[in-house]
Nanobody, 127 residues
Framework: QIQLVESGGGLVQAGGSLRLSCAASGSISGTNGMGWFRQAPGKERDFVAA????????KYREVVRGRFIISRDNTKNTVYLQMNSLKPEDTAVYYCAADSRNFGSALSGNPLLYAYWGQGTQVTVSS
């Protein structure tokens, strides 16, 4: 079992920044990495970014590339999502998820490949 706890969400004005954190505990060794997803009201859950635990591979949704940065601190089993130049359309509940496939797998934005999910943290960007 893997437990994930997100934090860092909140209300920010357009153009501002937030940093989300996802603390992982449990049997994370051997997993491939972590991902961030988001879900706006009435919409499907969308992939945002993913990172492999060795930090050598990252993947981003095109609309956030250049604004968001995913990183990790392996000593703390924590993954971060630094969000800059936020836009109102970034408003959503943000979830972190564990990619439970074997380490070394190609990163994916398919939520079905992420077996463990956090409870989500709300990000609201005002115009």
């Amino acid at each position: 079992q893997i437990q994930l706890v997100e934090s860092g969400g909140g209300l920010v004005q357009a153009g501002g920044s937030l940093r989300l954190s996802c603390a992982a505990s449990g049997s994370i060794s051997g997993t491939n990495g972590m991902g961030w997803f988001r879900q706006a009201p009435g919409k499907e859950r969308d992939f945002v970014a993913a990172l492999r635990w060795d930090g050598l591979s990252t993947k981003y949704r095109e609309v956030v590339r250049g604004r968001f940065i995913i990183s990790r601190d392996n000593t703390k089993n924590t993954v971060y999502l630094q969000m800059n130049s936020l836009k109102p359309e970034d408003t959503a509940v943000y979830y972190c998820a564990a990619d439970s496939r074997n380490f070394g797998s190609a990163l994916s934005g398919n939520p079905l490949l992420y077996a463990y999910w956090g409870q989500g943290t709300q990000v609201t960007v005002s115009s």
